[in-house]
């Protein structure tokens, strides 16, 4: 079944630690995108990707990054320079219209 | 710059209530627009979609109809059930994403929905 595999699904990190979550599509989209969920703030776009080799900005990118080696694969990489990294992550792939997204994935910041 | 705004929450209602729940929108142009439901837990499941004005886009009984006189996309249903309980997004995204643009999604901040048996 074609789908949006995030990983893993719950993460502890110390503080001072990168930590890097991965993201797999099989959906064959052009298009990926990394949202952050903190509760009562929706979502927030942290970086997107309209094809390999090549990604940009989103609203909150400090902190944050990204690379986009493979058109299946988009990984994020929260560093130790992101003030408050503790927050639900959401990874997102589309071709036309609607975005399609895996099932989270929860970081803690111990 | 575009955004959504929802009615704030939680909604709480009893089953077989009617629900409404409001959402507008500030874009330039034609935007495409969705609703996005959430259960606990997991990610974002497209729930309804619209693409032009006057559009209804239907799903599980759930409705929202593009009025852009009003910069509107409502969601409603007429009879919710337990299982219904969920955050739900209002989103839009740029209307030329139609064809090969892959703008950004502009996300609601979600309205938390709670139905009691």
């Known amino acids: 079944d074609g789908g949006i595999t995030q990983s893993p699904k719950y993460l502890f990190r110390k503080e001072g630690q990168n930590v890097t979550l991965s993201c797999e599509q099989n959906l064959n989209h052009d298009a990926m995108y990394w949202y952050r969920q903190d509760p009562g703030q929706g979502l927030r776009l942290i970086y997107y990707?309209?094809?390999?080799?090549?990604?940009q900005k989103g609203d909150i990118a400090e902190g944050y990054s990204v690379s986009r080696e493979k058109k299946e694969s988009f990984p994020l990489t929260v560093t130790s320079a992101q003030k408050n990294p503790t927050a639900f992550y959401l990874c997102a792939s589309r071709t036309y219209g609607e975005l399609f997204f895996g099932e989270g994935s929860r970081l803690t910041v111990l | 710059g575009d955004s959504v705004t929802q009615m704030e929450g939680p909604v709480t209602l009893s089953e077989e209530a009617f629900l409404t729940i409001n959402c507008t929108y500030t874009?330039?142009?034609?935007?495409?627009l969705f609703w996005y439901v959430q259960y606990p837990g997991e990610g974002l499941q497209l729930l309804l979609k619209?693409?032009?004005?006057?559009d209804k886009g239907s799903n599980k009984g759930f409705e929202a109809t593009y009025r852009k006189e009003t910069t509107s996309f409502h969601l409603e249903k007429g009879s919710v059930q337990v299982s219904d309980s969920a955050v739900y997004f209002c989103a839009l995204t740029p209307g030329n994403a139609g064809g090969t643009s892959y703008g950004k999604l502009t996300f609601g901040q979600g309205t938390i929905l709670t139905v009691h048996p």
């Open positions: 990707s309209q094809i390999v080799n090549d990604f």
């Open positions: 874009a330039t142009g034609y935007p495409s």
């Open positions: 619209a693409t032009k004005a006057d």
